[in-house]
C-alpha cells in the first residue's frame, strides 16, 4: 500500500512528461532551472516514482513524484551496509546464528543462504546482503551492530535524519513487509543516500560486483553469490541495490559514472523488472549528457 504525502505548491504547471504523466512542481529546483526546461528531453519513466541527480553537486536531473512516500523494498539495505560500515572494520568477524537463518525463511526474503555456526567477515557478510539481497546477511549484521536489531534500526532511522532524510522511516534493516506497517521513503530521499553510499569504496566495489565466491575454510563453509542487478554491465555502471515486494513493487537505487560525472537515481513502484533495469540506464545516460552540455 502506498503512503502517500501530501503537497503545498507554492507554484502552478509543471510540464507534461513524455510518458504522459505530470510532474509535481517542487519549491526548490537547483540552479533555478525551470524544471520543464531541465524534463522535457527525458527518457519514459514508468514506475510511480523516480528521482536522478549529479551526485557531486547535489544538482536535480530529473523528478517524478520524487517526495511521494513509498515503500521501497529491498534498497533498504543500502542504508544497512551505510550504517554498519559507519562503526565497524571489514575485517570484524560476526557468527551467524540460527535466528537470522530462521528469520529471513519466516518472513519469506530472499537468503544468502547463510549457515549457523559460520563465522564470516563483515566485508565478505556485505556481499551477501547486496548481491544476493539476503535477508538473513541483514538480520546477523543489525543484530551484531545494534547492539539487537531494533537499535540497529533505530540507528538507520537517526542517520536518516543525519542526511536530511525526513521524509524516511525503516522499520527493520532488509525492507521485508512487516506486520503493523511498512517503512517508507521517497526516490529524493533515496537518492540522497545513494550519492553519500558510492563515496565509501567498499560500498561502491561490492554493489559493483557481478560475481563472487568464497572458499570453505575451518570458519565458514564456501559461498558463491550473485548480484540481482541487471544494470551491471552496462559501461559506467554501478550497482546499488535492487528491491521487490508486493507492496512496494520493484524497485532500484543506481548510479553511474560517464562523462567525468557520477549520476546517482533511484526508481520505486515500476511494475516490470526488467524495465527499471532499462530506464535506469537510459536516465544516467541522458543525465550525463546534460551535465556534459
Known sequence: MRIRKAHLTAAAGALALVTGLTAPAHATTPAAVPVHAVQQDAPAVYGSAAYLMDASSGKELFSKNAD???????????MTAYVVLKTAKPTDVVQIKREDVQYAED??????????GDRLTVG?????????????AAHALARTYGPGVGGFVARMNATARELGM?????????GLPKRGGDGYSTARDQSVLAA????????????????HSLDATSEHRSY???????????????????????????TLAFAGEKRGHTI?????????????????????????ARESA
Do not use: H
Not at 68 to 78: C, E, Y
Not at 107 to 116: E, H, K, Q, V
Not at 124 to 136: F, I, T, V
Open 124 to 136: 565478505e557478510l556485505l556481499y551477501g546482503l547486496m548481491l544476493p539481497s539476503g535477508a538473513d
Open 68 to 78: 511521494d512516500r513509498l515503500p521501497i523494498a529491498s534498497v533498504t539495505k543500502m
Open 264 to 288: 546517482v537515481g533511484v526508481l520505486l513502484g515500476e511494475s516490470v523488472s526488467s524495465r527499471r533495469f532499462d530506464t535506469a540506464e537510459a536516465l544516467l545516460s541522458w543525465g550525463a
Open 166 to 174: 525526513n521524509d524516511t522511516a525503516y522499520v527493520n534493516a532488509d
Open 107 to 116: 518472513g519469506g526474503g530472499t537468503t544468502a543462504d547463510l549457515r549457523p
Open 196 to 211: 553519500k553510499a558510492v563515496q565509501v569504496p567498499l560500498i561502491k566495489q561490492v554493489a559493483g560486483t557481478r560475481y
Open 224 to 250: 558463491s553469490w550473485r548480484n540481482t542487478n541487471k544494470l551491471l554491465g552496462t559501461p559506467g555502471a554501478i550497482g546499488l541495490k535492487t528491491g521487490f515486494t508486493q507492496a512496494a513493487g520493484f
